[in-house]
């Protein structure tokens, strides 16, 4: 059975989604933007019948007990903080690590700055940042497909996302998720605060501050219908990762991987874990 935790740290509580006994093998699941750890739901659930102890917490920004203003606090450096404290709170010396969109971002990080603490990383979507960036550079359809970017940075976007019903925000998951997990994540971003936030996150982003190469054995699973990752930083996050790496190609699957082919991926997560 799924239980719902909340996890005390310094900068707040989170809120948390667990399945499994305290003692089993420990999985920490982040989600992305502009999701919850309820995109986790179906894994989570899986995983802990596996004998595994899978957590997934609405990271900052999107639980209400850690929602600061200031763009500045949602830097890489105070998400990656973020990870390891709810994993000293649990108790983890050491855990396995997946994460989709941002979340696959700051796995990314905290995989390559504290390899003495994970255990394997998934990285679903977003490839190593290095990877990105160099695509970016280099490969005009990349450039294109990283459009969305500087949008969601400006001052007018939560009023563009949130217009006619959150038409917009609804947009973005390209209706290739349940329509019911739409309405939560749209219910969730209207509360006070919430949407910014989150766009918090693409407002404190330098791009020029990426992670080394990552040591930890990790898989990263893109889908081709990616419309925000092409093929040129899909393929380019091998050169990133030095230590064992296994690359798993979705077919006609977009970014909503957690969502849109969850057993697909609880499958391959079950595979890399064990």
């Not at 502009?34 to 659930?45: D, R």
């Not at 004998?51 to 105070?78: I, N, T």
């Not at 394997?120 to 940042?129: D, E, I, K, Q, R």
């Not at 080394?212 to 093929?231: C, L, Q, R």
Request: charged content about 20%; overall charge negative; hydrophobic content about 45%.
């Amino acid at each position: 059975m799924t239980e719902h935790l909340q996890i005390a740290t310094a900068a707040g509580t989170f809120d948390a989604l667990a399945a499994g006994s305290p003692g089993d093998q420990p999985v920490l699941l982040l989600h992305g933007f502009p999701q919850a750890a309820t995109a986790w739901e179906h894994q989570v659930a899986v995983l802990g019948h596996a004998g595994l102890r899978a957590v997934a917490f609405d990271q900052r920004g999107y639980s209400p007990g850690v929602r600061p203003p200031d763009p500045v606090d949602y830097q890489v450096d105070a998400l990656v903080g973020d990870v390891l404290a709810v994993a000293d709170a649990l108790g983890w010396a050491e855990f396995d690590l997946v994460g989709h969109d941002w979340g696959a971002v700051v796995g990314w990080h905290l995989a390559a700055e504290h390899p003495d603490r994970v255990r394997g990383l998934t990285a679903v979507s977003a490839p190593h940042p290095a990877a990105l960036a160099a695509a970016r550079r280099t490969d005009e359809e990349q450039a294109q497909r990283s459009q969305h970017i500087p949008v969601l940075k400006e001052r007018s976007a939560e009023r563009r996302l949130l217009a006619d019903n959150a038409a917009a925000l609804r947009q973005l998951f390209e209706w290739r998720i349940p329509p019911s997990s739409v309405e939560e994540y749209v219910t969730r971003l209207r509360e006070p605060g919430a949407l910014t936030a989150a766009l918090n996150w693409f407002r404190a982003e330098r791009w020029n501050v990426v992670p080394d190469a990552v040591a930890v054995p990790t898989m990263y699973v893109w889908g081709t219908e990616d419309v925000a990752i092409g093929s040129t930083a899909a393929f380019g996050c091998a050169e990133w990762v030095n230590g064992p790496y296994r690359f798993e190609l979705v077919e006609d699957a977009s970014h909503w991987l957690p969502e849109e082919a969850p057993d697909l991926l609880t499958g391959l997560l079950l595979d890399q874990l064990r």
